[in-house]
């Protein structure tokens, strides 16, 4: 379904209306500053040209820093049921657009696609200044998780829920305060969990890992960020001071500059 919806996108204008449409409905739910992963194989294999969707997202963000006033950064993520070779054509593709991408990025089928398989283009990447997230330990196992921290060295784990498998994990994660980026909604969506209720989000915060709430891709699960903390208020009756926590976790695993985290922290926690 994400792939068939992603053949109406064909100009320059479209993936302005599509970036511009985002980030309007992160300005009505108060988000000031949101990091974006988009798939560049999804269209440049369809015969999109990069600069298609590189200009039309570069005008809907200025507009939104401009007339929103929100922060944003884009990570390019590369499709991991993609061999390698194409992931390292995208990095090389991308070129003209360095500046515009703050990170690289994992995701797609995670079975069968470990993060070794990108061991190479993740070095290539890190050595070009980049920031590396990667999807892991989702769908598979806490062994994933693993290979994106010692392999491809990532600074930020992607959803991360089956870490709680291995407690090794776990004491690494919570000591080196690696960065989860959980997805409530998608989880239940996705069949990870079977009801929210069931989610182990408030487990891995108790436990002093830093974890944060996250929307995946909002318009296929269900819900922005709001509703993804709405929907844990209901099912897992969140505290105030969790909230509080959960928001200032994701401002602490941002990439933003230190003194802007600060800033925005001590806001939320004043």
Not at 12 to 17: A, K, M, V
Not at 117 to 133: D, M, P, R, T
Request: proline residues 4%; charged residues 20%.
């Amino acid at each position: 379904l994400y792939y068939q919806g992603a053949n109406v996108l064909l100009d320059e204008d479209d993936f302005y209306q599509l970036m511009w449409a985002y980030l309007t409905k992160c300005a009505e739910q108060h988000v000031v500053h949101t990091e974006i992963m988009f798939d560049p194989q999804t269209h440049t294999e369809r015969g999109i040209d990069f600069s298609v969707f590189m200009v039309g997202f570069a005008r809907a963000i200025e507009q939104a820093k401009a007339q929103l006033g929100i922060s944003v950064y884009l990570i390019m993520s590369f499709l991991r049921h993609l061999d390698e070779a194409s992931a390292i054509d995208t990095l090389v593709a991308a070129k003209p657009y360095y500046s515009m991408i703050k990170a690289v990025g994992l995701d797609s089928s995670e079975l069968g696609n470990p993060p070794e398989k990108f061991k190479k283009v993740f070095a290539q990447a890190k050595a070009l200044g980049f920031k590396l997230v990667a999807h892991a330990g989702e769908e598979g196992p806490p062994e994933y998780i693993w290979q994106a921290l010692q392999i491809l060295n990532v600074d930020r784990i992607d959803h991360g829920v089956r870490s709680q498998e291995d407690p090794v994990l776990m004491e690494y994660l919570r000591d080196k305060q690696i960065p989860l980026t959980v997805c409530p909604l998608s989880n239940v969506k996705l069949c990870v969990v079977d009801d929210l209720v069931e989610h182990n989000i408030l487990a891995l915060l108790a436990q002093g890992l830093l974890v944060t709430v996250n929307s995946d891709d909002p318009s296929y699960f269900g819900g922005y960020m709001n509703e993804n903390f709405i929907a844990l208020l209901d099912k897992l009756n969140l505290t105030r001071a969790e909230i509080v926590q959960l928001i200032s976790n994701s401002l602490q695993a941002s990439f933003l500059p230190e003194a802007d985290k600060r800033e925005w922290i001590e806001k939320i926690q004043g």
